[in-house]
């Protein structure tokens, strides 16, 4: 059976080509991702990143943590260390996305941006260990934010999708090929939020 693509409906950005992006509100209830932002802010072994910029080292603006399959991925390729294992909030997290997706993931970046200052530069997530078009699925727990999207060769051409508590989004298509997506800061007081995504890591 198809899937129902609430996307449309909720015409949060009207004109993204569905091929690029699904959007489903309300896989989380609302009380459940209130309980899953807060274990998952307590419990997780967070790691601040350092990456460089023009030729300086500079902490990355959120807090990060990665679990996979032990045996099934090249993380040297993705430039991360040994992931973590996973737990079983996350994998009830990964059993209700994967039903919908009608996919199997084998890792999870959660990132925890913890108030507006923290932030995901434009970028695609375009690494050879995701193959080619990869489909990665994403889910957000707590502070609504704005999730930006531009084409690579046409800046003019740009969404922005605000991603609510509980909601799955899935980027598929040539959406890591042709464009690139962002969480910019916001100068509004903002509060905690969690975003993971489920990836195949070949
Ligand atoms: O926080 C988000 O919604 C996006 C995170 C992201 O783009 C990434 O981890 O690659
Ligand atoms: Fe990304």
Redesign the pocket.
């Given at each position: 059976m198809e899937q129902l693509s609430l996307f449309a409906e909720q015409g949060q950005s009207p004109g993204l080509p569905a091929t690029l992006l699904d959007y489903h509100p309300g896989l989380f209830t609302e009380t459940e991702s209130e309980l899953i932002l807060q274990k998952l802010i307590r419990e997780s072994p967070w790691q601040q990143r350092v990456v460089k910029m023009y030729d300086k080292q500079v902490l990355t603006p959120r807090l990060t943590a990665w679990y996979a399959d032990p045996e099934t991925y090249d993380y040297t390729s993705l430039r991360r260390s040994v992931p973590n294992t996973w737990t079983p909030d996350l994998l009830l997290i990964k059993n209700r996305v994967e039903a919908i997706v009608g996919l199997k993931f084998n890792s999870v970046?959660l990132?925890y941006?913890r108030d507006g200052n923290d932030s995901?530069a434009w970028?695609s997530?375009n690494e050879r260990a995701l193959g080619t078009h990869p489909v990665i699925a994403?889910v957000?727990f707590g502070q609504l934010?704005c999730?930006d999207i531009r084409k690579k060769q046409d800046h003019r051409q740009r969404y922005s999708i605000k991603?609510e508590s509980g909601a799955l989004m899935v980027m598929k298509g040539d959406l890591q090929v042709d464009w690139e997506?962002?969480?910019a800061k916001s100068s509004k007081p903002m509060k905690a939020?969690l975003?993971l995504?489920f990836r195949v890591v070949i």
């Open positions: 970046l990132n941006y995901v970028h997530d994403s957000s934010r999730f991603l997506h962002r969480i939020r975003n995504t």
